[in-house]
């Protein structure tokens, strides 16, 4: 079974690059444009582990993530945060949200694997 990974970042290219990455590595990628939109998509595919950005219109990643910690379903669901942040304010905010991790952009594809494979064991 490929574990399922939400990407949830308004970058196109950031988009296109996580599911270039997660898909070699054989995970299934379900992708979202802003919090709103995943929020929407979540109920439908059960994901393993979310990776969302934190600035992003309509729902930022800091609503994103209290909109999924909220439902019981996914309290447990692994939340990293793939940002151009690294303020430790808003780490500390995320994490607060219910965040598990946190991953500065530009990503490195293989330290991105191994912290999703990190948090799924």
Known sequence: MKKKVLTVDDS???RN??????????FETIQAE?????????????????VTDINMPRLDGFGFIEGVRRNERYR???ILVLTTE??????NRAR???????IVKPFDPAKLIDAIERVTA
């Open 12 to 14: 196109r290219t950031i």
């Open 76 to 78: 447990a669901v692994p």
């Open 86 to 91: 690294s303020d430790a304010e808003k780490k």
């Open 34 to 50: 802003d919090g709103v939109e995943g929020l929407e998509v979540l109920e439908e595919c059960n994901p393993d582990v979310i």
């Open 96 to 102: 607060q949200a219910g965040a598990t991790g946190w």
């Open 17 to 26: 690059m996580l599911l270039v990455t997660l898909n070699n590595a054989g």
